[in-house]
């Protein structure tokens, strides 16, 4: 397991590499910027979103709109910051118009993202929305059927426990989803607090989504666990 200023310099050396990516033409000729992914390279919690906006594109940086600032007050709220997770997307170029990502270019992109997960190791994964929910998982289920049920997936060679949430910017379009989202982001602290998924080679993980969800819940019911 590398040390965290050995993986800092990996992602760094990753980054670099990803500036001068062409895989997608259409999106390279267009972008200011490739958005990488930022946060802390050791970190228990990723989250992956869809594509960069206009402001990340600008910046460099994921989710920094008004989707970011409602996730930031999420985070918040179960004791945590942006320094302490690691936030990506499936794309690292924003689509023009903000468009949807087409498959190709999921396809060209997921090596990056791929690699990204195997240096940071994280313990969680949660997925902000349809796509990043459906290419991590494999299946075309949406997110409106899984959003709070953590399971136990393999992600590029790494077993974690996977997490669907509703993206933010979806959540802001509809006030109610906004709720949901923060009732599910609550749980997280749960799903940290539970024994890292076995990896593989060492013991079969436990594929079933429901009993993830439900023995985080039982920590926070049994106080063995606070959510803030």
Request: proline letters at 10%.
């Given at each position: 397991?590398?040390?965290?200023?050995?993986?800092?310099?990996?992602?760094?050396?990753?980054?670099?590499?990803?500036?001068?990516?062409?895989?997608?033409?259409?999106?390279?000729?267009?972008?200011?910027?490739?958005?990488?992914?930022?946060?802390?390279?050791?970190?228990?919690?990723?989250?992956?979103?869809?594509?960069?906006?206009?402001?990340?594109?600008?910046?460099?940086?994921?989710?920094?709109?008004?989707?970011?600032?409602?996730?930031?007050?999420?985070?918040?709220?179960?004791?945590?910051?942006?320094?302490?997770?690691?936030?990506?997307?499936?794309?690292?170029?924003?689509?023009?118009?903000?468009?949807?990502?087409?498959?190709?270019?999921?396809?060209?992109?997921?090596?990056?993202?791929?690699?990204?997960?195997?240096?940071v190791e994280p313990r969680v994964i949660c997925t902000l929305g349809n796509?990043?929910?459906?290419?991590?998982?494999?299946?075309?289920?949406?997110?409106?059927?899984?959003?709070?049920?953590?399971?136990v997936r393999e992600v590029g060679g790494r077993v974690v426990r996977l997490?669907?949430?509703?993206?933010?910017?979806?959540?802001?379009?509809?006030?109610?989803?906004?709720?949901?989202?923060?009732?599910?982001?609550?749980?997280?602290?749960?799903?940290?607090?539970?024994?890292?998924?076995?990896?593989?080679?060492?013991?079969?993980?436990?594929?079933?989504?429901?009993?993830?969800?439900?023995?985080?819940?039982?920590?926070?019911?049994?106080?063995?666990?606070?959510?803030?």
């Amino acid at each position: 397991m590398p040390v965290e200023e050995d993986r800092r310099e990996a992602l760094e050396a990753l980054r670099e590499q990803a500036q001068t990516c062409v895989r997608c033409p259409q999106l390279a000729a267009a972008r200011h910027t490739v958005v990488f992914g930022a946060g802390n390279p050791n970190a228990d919690l990723m989250f992956i979103g869809e594509a960069p906006g206009a402001s990340e594109d600008e910046l460099g940086l994921p989710f920094v709109g008004r989707s970011g600032k409602l996730l930031d007050r999420l985070l918040g709220e179960i004791g945590l910051e942006r320094e302490d997770v690691f936030i990506q997307n499936v794309l690292c170029c924003r689509p023009p118009g903000n468009r949807d990502p087409l498959p190709a270019e999921i396809d060209n992109c997921q090596s990056w993202l791929m690699e990204k997960i195997r240096l940071v190791e994280p313990r969680v994964i949660c997925t902000l929305g349809n796509f990043a929910t459906k290419l991590l998982r494999g299946e075309p289920v949406g997110i409106t059927r899984l959003h709070g049920q953590a399971e136990v997936r393999e992600v590029g060679g790494r077993v974690v426990r996977l997490y669907p949430l509703f993206h933010p910017a979806a959540a802001l379009y509809t006030p109610s989803n906004v709720e949901l989202l923060r009732a599910d982001v609550a749980r997280i602290p749960a799903l940290l607090a539970l024994d890292p998924p076995a990896q593989p080679g060492l013991a079969d993980p436990d594929p079933a989504p429901v009993p993830e969800t439900a023995a985080a819940d039982e920590l926070v019911a049994t106080g063995q666990l606070g959510l803030f």
